[in-house]
């Protein structure tokens, strides 16, 4: 039973009434004071009969009467006026209730604008601005709109002006607009006023703001280092069906060719710049929420997935960092460097919690058991364990003759894998330090590893699945995401038996790491970019 239907309709058009009563009192007291048509209220209006077809338009909902309030309530116009035009618009049933109450606010918005191109340019700022606040899952601000819809402030502050009757506009720019009921979202968005030229377009709206996202995504770089560069770079190099571009852009008169862009955006989400030299690792967070990278310019950096901004840049290393990995919890980052060292960083703060020291040579990788226990691979031919809490080192594993370049545990954590240009892939018991396995010839330029499968049997690698117990490989270039949607294979970003996209050389030879159906590339230009792939079943 829905509330309205549990109080008797003679109470609801009471205190609908009442509050009627009130509200116009407190208009014509207001208007009195400095009328301005240089015209009184009478001291009854709007009379009982008005009154009376309000409460009848109103009932049972109680946001129309507060509407129609709010609406005749304008300093900068006569109410008698405001309130004819609310009158204007008869209607019968819920339906055309919703039309009576928002058509008056809507319609009067057209009085505004005489010229009819004028009129165009008005309706499809409204569409925009207000079609976002309505369809936005969260409310933004006045400042925040102006951002992602690429809109100056002022005016989106102008748009909204004539519509405090519907939303909730604070003075404050950074405080979220809202709609003081949802039934204005559905009446905007409903099939009854799609013909007029304020109804909202909702998959249209969606279309927008989804461009306007990826534009944003694409240029944050250089928008946050010359803002102004979002009027004339990010249009220039947007693509030709950009929503964004075709309905701001105005190509500056000094280029006098424009580059030829992409007809649509493409599957690359963002790209993330800062690093100055090659990256050598990219790893998401557990969570998926961040993204480290680590890089020849001896910093790691951490990035927010969702804005493409840097959020920590780690100083320390003194050499190459090679390789990044986070721990079980994500609340520590563990990083690999041609300084000798591993270092362990709090992921929250940025802040160096340990250096650990041991390795004579070059750190080439760093991997974390699942109950937290990390391990480090050296040009030093060994393999060290560390306790992350104590910063000691707890385990040496010797035996490789040459560097050891990548290793893995296993997901209980008992075993660990490691390949090393000896030519070998090893593994050992964590607990005992002794090697249990050594598989040999099993040369492969930049052989990675990436995980034991069917019972610690078999060695998933970047060149197909290794068998443990005959040693023979099962060849295909492959790198899948965790929950195996999607892998690259062959040079081809691959889900299932399909092809969805071939990369350019520059991503062959960049490292990869993936979050569901997010693909991160660490690039020899120093820069990281995402692909999201949303490819149907």
């Known amino acids: 039973m829905v509330l309205q239907d549990a109080v008797p309709q003679a109470t609801i058009q009471h205190d609908i009434l009442v509050f009627l009563g009130d509200a116009f009192e407190k208009i014509r007291n207001s208007y009195n004071l400095d009328p301005l048509s240089g015209t009184y209220l009478d001291r009854d209006w709007p009379g009982n009969r008005t009154l009376q077809a309000l409460v009848d338009m109103a009932v049972p909902l109680f946001i129309v009467a507060a509407t129609v309030y709010r609406f005749v309530d304008d300093s900068d116009s006569d109410p008698r006026e405001r309130l004819k035009m609310i009158l204007q618009f008869p209607g019968i049933g819920k339906l055309e209730q919703m039309a009576q109450t928002y058509l008056p606010v809507l319609t009067q918005l057209s009085a505004r604008v005489n010229i009819s191109h004028d009129k165009d340019n008005f309706y499809q700022e409204f569409r925009i601005i207000v079609g976002s606040i309505v369809l936005l899952a969260e409310p933004l601000s006045v400042q925040s709109l102006a951002d992602l819809l690429n809109i100056p402030r002022e005016t989106i502050t102008l748009r909204l002006r004539p519509l405090h009757s519907v939303l909730r506009i604070s003075s404050n720019i950074d405080t979220p607009i809202r709609t003081l009921h949802l039934s204005f979202n559905e009446f905007l968005v409903s099939d009854r006023i799609q013909s007029q030229p304020f109804g909202v377009n909702s998959q249209a709206t969606h279309h927008f703001l989804r461009d306007a996202e990826r534009l944003v995504l694409a240029d944050r770089y250089f928008v946050d280092l010359a803002p102004l560069q979002v009027y004339s770079s990010a249009m220039v190099f947007a693509p030709q069906a950009s929503v964004v571009r075709n309905a701001y852009g105005r190509v500056p008169t000094w280029i006098l060719i424009s580059p030829i862009t992409s007809r649509t955006w493409s599957a690359e989400l963002q790209k993330l710049e800062g690093h100055t030299e090659y990256v050598m690792a990219v790893v998401f ?51 690999a460097s041609h300084d000798t060292t591993v270092r362990l960083w709090n992921a929250t703060t940025g ?45 040496k594993l010797e035996g490789h003759t040459d560097l050891v370049r990548m290793i893995v545990f296993s997901p209980e954590g008992s075993l660990l894998a490691s390949v090393s240009d000896d030519e070998t892939i090893r593994v050992w ?45 099962h060849t295909s270039t492959s790198k899948a995401s965790t929950d195996r949607t999607l892998r690259i294979e062959d040079h081809w970003i691959r889900r299932g038996n399909y092809n969805l996209l071939w990369l350019p050389h520059e991503y062959q030879t960049a490292c990869q790491a993936f979050h569901g159906n997010i693909i991160a590339f660490g690039l020899a230009s120093g820069q990281v970019k995402f692909l999201e792939v949303d490819y149907p079943d």
């Open 285 to 335: 967070s557990p969570d998926g929420s961040l993204l480290a990278s680590a890089s020849v310019d001896t910093t790691v950096r951490l990035w927010n997935i969702t804005t493409g901004q840097e959020v920590q840049k780690l100083n320390g290393h003194t050499g190459s960092v090679m390789a990044v990995v986070f721990s079980p919890d994500g609340s520590l980052l563990a990083s």
């Open 351 to 395: 802040q160096e919690v340990q250096k650990l020291e041991g390795h004579t040579d070059w750190v080439n990788a760093v991997a974390f058991s699942p109950d937290g226990l990390l391990a480090s691979a050296s040009g030093d031919k060994t393999i060290r364990l560390w306790n992350v809490t104590t910063g000691q080192e707890v385990q």
């Open 429 to 473: 018991n964590v607990v005992t330090s002794q090697e249990v396995q050594q598989i040999k010839n099993v040369w492969r330029n930049n052989i990675k590893l990436y995980g034991f499968m069917n019972d610690n049997k078999l060695l998933l690698t970047n060149y197909g699945t290794l068998d443990l117990e005959t040693g023979s490989m």
